[in-house]
């Protein structure tokens, strides 16, 4: 595994681990991280169902700049799931996090958004892997 190309078990393997890392920092009180974690949980499996959508085995985010984003409504629009995650109540709580959100204040978010933006991701990284 390099730094732009990933297997799709690579990605779900990622996915998941940041996850994990997202709940350690939930109980350590560490929420602003805990909450950014999240997103990069949530962008891998979009880059996850993007390369499922297209039938690849792997991607080269390098290859594909369409790819070299962190903007979770961007990348959702080419998953092939769309319109389902736009309605879904977890999507409202994720959508907003942006990579530039590792730059807030450790305080910037209370521990129940913390513990919302983990759920919802959680949420949405298993309903993206089982559709």
Known sequence: MGFTKFTLTELDRLSKDKIEDAKSLLSTKRFAACHYICGYALELILK?????QLNWAAIDINDHPFLKVHDLDKLIKYTGVFDKVLKMPQWTTCR???????YQDANSISEPEAKRMLISTQELVSWLLAN
């Open 96 to 102: 907003n996090w942006s990579a530039e959100s590792r």
């Open 48 to 52: 996850y169902r993007i390369a499922k």
